[in-house]
């Protein structure tokens, strides 16, 4: 298959093009430039900057969009963050209506995000939306991509987790801190982190292109999901880290604002619809998973 990739250099991207070019399909990334993006690309995956006259695509993953942890979200950041998601996928959207044979699915990228905070409960796929702005991004972004199915193109939505992977994402940004010693829970601890491998985000990504009865929204979270306390633990413990120090609410908010609802609330998300259509995780628990990445 000839799959086209948006946000394709990013730290899930990325992994996506290799297993997809291993796998043996024909990979193309749409970037802002082939000049900065060549070097980021693996092997065999190329790039364009325009979908202008791009034919023959058999599926398409949407996973661009400006990171949400980067910046404290005032007003314009907010709009760039809606901008990044919403524009890319009209794009798409309007390419798609313009070709004669289109694709034949659409693999759109979400985030769990999309439920807001639900304390303990445990949410699936079925659950009702959030209120806050993490929540309206994300419920904007998969309205847009939904309408693909208007044109007979089979559309999957994955609600993605917290991500754990070797070379980027939030554990880069965690392991300092722990590897000084400095690390602990945020806030109270309690709150829920639905995380996922990397490696097992990717295999589902693969698993939806190819299972093509498979379609609508997925949770790209693994099957057992811990409190940001026992995330802490478990990272000191494979880390031989104390993990004494804690994080309070009072210090978080005044530095992030709004942002650090990201940090001091959470979602207790499983994979439900997966697990029911039998895909099966590598690394369902948080021990292995985060083994895998920091020791081998």
Request: hydrophobic residues 40%; aromatic residues 6%; charged residues 20%.
């Amino acid at each position: 298959m000839h799959a086209l990739v948006t946000g394709g250099t990013g730290f899930i991207g990325n992994a996506l093009c290799r297993a997809l070019a291993k796998n043996g399909h024909r990979v193309t990334v749409l970037t802002r430039s082939i000049a900065r993006s060549s070097s980021r690309l693996p092997d065999g995956v190329s790039a364009v900057e325009s979908l202008d006259g791009l034919q023959a695509i058999d599926a398409v993953y949407n996973l661009a969009g400006e990171n949400l942890a980067t910046q404290r979200w005032t007003a314009a950041r907010k709009q760039a963050l809606l901008d990044s998601r919403i524009n890319t996928t009209k794009r798409l959207l309007s390419w798609m209506e313009g070709l004669e044979k289109r694709p034949a699915v659409l693999i759109s990228a979400s985030a769990v995000g999309f439920y807001g905070p639900h304390g303990d409960e445990v949410v699936t796929e079925s659950a009702s939306p959030g209120h806050d702005f993490a929540a309206l991004l994300c419920q904007k972004w998969e309205a847009e991509a939904r309408r693909a199915e208007a044109l007979n193109v089979r559309v999957c939505i994955v609600r993605i987790g917290l991500v754990l992977g070797p070379d980027g994402g939030v554990l880069a940004k965690l392991l300092p801190v722990y590897r000084f010693g400095g690390g602990g829970p945020i806030g109270t601890g309690q709150q829920w982190v639905s995380w996922i491998h990397r490696h097992d985000l990717v295999r589902m990504f693969l698993w939806l292109l190819t299972e093509t009865s498979e379609r609508g929204v997925y949770n790209g979270t693994a099957p057992q999901p811990v409190t940001n306390a026992e995330l802490s633990r478990t990272l000191g413990r494979v880390l031989h880290r104390p993990t004494r120090l804690r994080v309070p609410a009072v210090v978080l908010r005044p530095m992030l604002g709004e942002m650090a609802d990201l940090l001091l609330t959470g979602q207790r998300v499983l994979p439900e619809r997966a697990r029911s259509e039998d895909f099966i995780f590598d690394y369902p628990s948080l021990e292995p998973a985060l083994r895998q990445v920091l020791v081998h």
